[in-house]
Every structure is written in C-alpha cells, then in structure tokens.
C-alpha cells in the first residue's frame, strides 16, 4: 500500500441554521485504503462522506479544508476536478438503477456520459460483470433481478470508471441478514483485486470489521473522529469466520466500548 495520502480533512465544521453536525474532523486516508466508517445514527457520517466527494449542502456553514488526492473538494472548481481528473465512484443505499435500461446498458452510461467508444464501454462492462458475478444477465433489468443483484450491479456500476476513490454509503443495508453477509464477503474478495481507496459508512460493526482495514469511530452529534483503529487481517475475509474469530469478538467488544458513551440512554430523546 502507498504511503500517499488520498484524502485529508483539516478541522472540518459544518452547521445548519440551529443544527451543528461536524466539528473539528481532522483525518488522512492513505491511498489504497480501506477506511469503514461507524458511528451513532446522525453523527454526520454520511454528511462527511458528501464533503469528501465535493457535495456541499445548501444553506450550509462550512469551515476547514478538505482535499482528496490534493484537490481541494470545497471550491466548485475543485470538484469540476475531481471528477474528471481523479474519477470517484458511489454507491448508495437506494437503489439507483436506471429500470428502462437493461443490466448491460446501466453499466455503460457512465462512460457514455465520457464518451469511451461503444465497443470499449461494452467490453468492460462485459468484464465487470464478470468480476461481480453477474454475467448471463446482460438483458435482464432492474426488476427482474433481486435486491443483491441490484446492489452488484450498481457497485459494477461504481467501478467502471476505475475510480481512485470509492464511496459505499451503507450500501448493504436494506437487504435481508444472510444476502448483506454474502455480499460482504463478495466485497471483501472484489477489495482485494482492486486499487481503490474505499470509504465505507456503515452502522454494522460487525460489516465493518469485516470491510475496513482500518475503523473510524465517530462521536455524537456534532461528530467528530473519536478513534482510529486498524483491522491486522488481510483481504480477502471470510465475513462468517470473522463473526466466529476470537480477534474479531475482541474488536467488536472494544468497538461497543468506544460507541456506549455515545448513545443517549433508553428512554431519553
């Protein structure tokens, strides 16, 4: 892995009129980094995630620096940037799937949008779909494919743009408990073939270890970066064995530890 940093955020504040939600973010992710992202619920993580990839939310107040492969993701321009330049990859937890366009002609826009040769764009896609398991599936659309399958589909999506960077804001979430440890598992082995630096939000700490190679602990509300944690096993993991693993159970344990503190008491608003 290189030691050069992909992205730095420098004591980052954001606030709505009467609502703060970051405060003093200080984090570096090292290229090729595979960064899981955990907190209580409306801590700010996926409002984070949106400023790493240049989304500024309106009628906001921001204040800090944010860079991502030295491009300042904060000024219009910067954006502009780092889109065409560094090339960044999104998957979400909707399902963003185009449902007139079949599998294959999904995964072909994006590079329609760049305007890669038809030939070219197909024949990736070809390949992508190959590499998540998908192939056979070309002509079938959105509809006829289940929830993991669309979920593949919109990470092949993702990468067929060989992105630098790659954010997965919990893209696992709405499927059912053994499809969402299956395609942790996919995941694992597809981060273990790819050069990307990922950041992954979820609020899974079991997805989590599983995903990360290193885990950002995020407070309450205004959030802020509480730890860092490194996971020591490499990709690709088995998400079943690290469920069973005594490593694992440490980790978690050490995890819910660093959360308690952030979770308003039962009962309480």
């Not at 204040?63 to 979400?92: F, H, I, P, Q, W």
Request: aromatic share 6%; proline share 5%.
């Amino acid at each position: 892995m290189s030691n050069n940093e992909a992205v730095i955020l420098e004591d980052l504040f954001l606030e709505y009129p009467g609502l703060r939600v970051l405060e003093n973010v200080n984090l570096k992710i090292r290229d090729g980094e595979v960064i899981a992202v955990i907190g209580p619920s409306g801590c700010g993580k996926t409002t984070m995630a949106h400023l790493i990839l240049g989304l500024v939310p309106p009628n906001s107040t921001i204040r800090g620096n944010a860079t991502v492969y030295g491009v300042d993701v904060l000024r219009s321009e910067g954006v502009k940037t780092l889109y065409r330049e560094v090339g960044v990859g999104y998957v979400s937890q909707v399902d963003t799937l185009l449902p007139w366009r079949t599998l294959i002609d999904n995964l072909v826009l994006p590079l329609q949008i760049k305007g890669v040769p038809k030939r070219e764009a197909l024949e990736r896609a070809q390949s992508l779909l190959k590499l998540v398991g998908l192939n056979g599936f070309e002509k079938f659309y959105p509809h006829q494919l289940s929830g993991g399958m669309r979920q593949r589909a919109q990470l092949a999506r993702a990468l067929i743009t060989s992105p630098k960077l790659l954010v997965m804001d919990e893209p696992f979430v709405a499927l059912d408990a053994l499809t969402r440890i299956k395609l942790q598992g996919h995941l694992s082995w597809l981060i273990s073939k790819l050069r990307s630096t990922v950041i992954f939000i979820t609020h899974d700490i079991e997805e989590a270890i599983t995903i990360g190679t290193r885990i950002i602990v995020m407070s309450r509300r205004p959030g802020t970066i509480k730890a860092s944690i490194a996971v020591e096993e490499p990709h690709p993991r088995d998400p079943f064995k690290v469920r069973a693993s005594g490593y694992s159970q440490d980790l978690k344990e050490k995890l819910l530890e660093l959360l308690s503190g952030e979770v308003t008491g039962y009962g309480e608003g």
